[in-house]
Structure formats: structure tokens, C-alpha cells
């Protein structure tokens, strides 16, 4: 197998329903790596929030982290790239968002533990379900610097919050925004992504993007398919990202499709 560096999202590609990686797919992973290949993780996640997967993955390749605002080193936590968003710029249309929409649940994220800034919000379900550690503060005595910012509401109920941000988004820096889920929009630095990411993490380690291999479920894993010269989605996918991907598999995620996109790689001449 010629080297291939094969980048995954986690939650709905690799975590099964249940939050959990099935074995199957972790020991096919550990056969692809053996075989020569370099493996790693793309998550909207923090490095402390992914740790229960990537701890039990072969993970031999800088992570991707916060939907591609910053490439880690796993073991030994050194950031090799990031973006951030400006807070001082930023924190005026956080706190216009908590004044019209009150129920919001927004998550600020630096390094370290999320950041809630709402008081008055719904507390996002996965923070409690899964133990994710957090802090409170106000949203003026968050860091100057922002990796992205998160909102979370009943899916309705968020995409009248992202139309209001799109009808304001001219008073603000320029931004990318997206969907992660049904339920999550989040905000990053302009121009940021997993798909720049991965081009970076590519020219680090000197390999071509046709060597880049790629695996994600929904809107935030676009740009990571489209970058990577060879890309699978689960058959329970988003629409959009079976559309970006060059192969929609059989299997969806709780049937182990990441099983099948690393038996194809281990197994391609």
C-alpha cells in the first residue's frame, strides 16, 4: 500500500449511536496502520472531549480539532496550527444573540474546557450525557481569543437563530458558518474548516491530497471530502455530505462503515 494518510470525523462516522467505537472498526484501523498507513481523527471536538476515542484509536498523525481550528499532536498536546476568531469583535453579536433568543445554549471555545456564557440558556444535553467539563463566565471575561463559537437550540428553533445572524452578519468580520448537526451552528475564523485543515496537515507531513483519504456524516465534513483525493460517507449520511463524498458505503455508521472505508484502503493496490 502506498502511504495514505486517512483522516475520519468521530461522532455519527466512528461513534456509533451509543457514543462508542465499535471493535471491529478499531481493529480494522490498527490492520490499516500496520499495513503503512498514517491515521487520524477530524472532530468539531476539543482535545479533552475526544480523548475516550482517540485514546483507543491508532491514531499516528496530528489530530484535527475543533472543526479545523487547530492540528494537535495527541500525545503531547503541542498545537502545530490553528485560527482563531477575534473575541473583541465577536462578543457584541454573542450578547445580541442571548438578548433575542434567551433559551440559546452558547458554547464559547478556547483551549481547555467549553465555555458557557448563557446563563438563562438551555443547558446542552452532551455536556451533561457525556461529562464534558465546562466553565461559566460572562461573555466579557472570556479569552481574547475564540477557536469557534457554538450555538445550540431545537433544530426550528436554530435555524430561525441562523437567519437572524445572516441578516446581521454584514456588521461582523467575515466568519464561516455551518451546521455540525441538526442541532449545533457554529461560527469560526474565515476561510477555516476541516478541509483546510487537512491541506495543511498534508503539506506537513509531504504527501499530495490524492493520498488523503477522508470519512464524515454531515455538513462540517463537506470541505474535508472534497479536499481529500479519496473520500467515503456512511449510507445514513447527511445528503450533503454524500454528495461531496466520491463513494457512498453500504454500511452505515452503527453498522461499522468505517470497518469497510479502512478495508478498502488496507487493500487498495
Known sequence: ?????????LDGTLLDKNKRIPDRVIRALERFVKAGGSFTVAT??????????????????????YNGACIME???????????????????????LMERFPELCLQIFAYGPLILVNDKGTEDPYITGENQPFRRMGIRETPDRWLKMMLSAPPERLREIKAFIDSVKEGYPPYTGFFSADHYYELLPENCGKGEAARWLAGYM?????????MGDHENDVGLLRAAGISFAPSNAHESAKAAAGRVLRKSCDEGAAEQAAELLTNAE
Open 1 to 9: 500500500m502506498d502511504k495514505t494518510l486517512f483522516i475520519s470525523d
Open 74 to 96: 495527541r500525545d503531547s498536546g503541542k498545537v502545530l496550527y490553528d485560527r482563531t476568531l477575534d473575541a473583541g469583535a465577536f462578543r457584541p453579536l454573542a450578547e445580541e
Open 206 to 214: 509531504g504527501l499530495p491530497m490524492e493520498r488523503v483519504a477522508a
Open 44 to 65: 468539531g471536538r476539543t482535545e479533552d472531549t475526544c480523548r475516550f476515542a482517540t485514546e483507543i484509536l491508532p491514531v499516528n498523525a496530528p489530530m484535527i480539532l
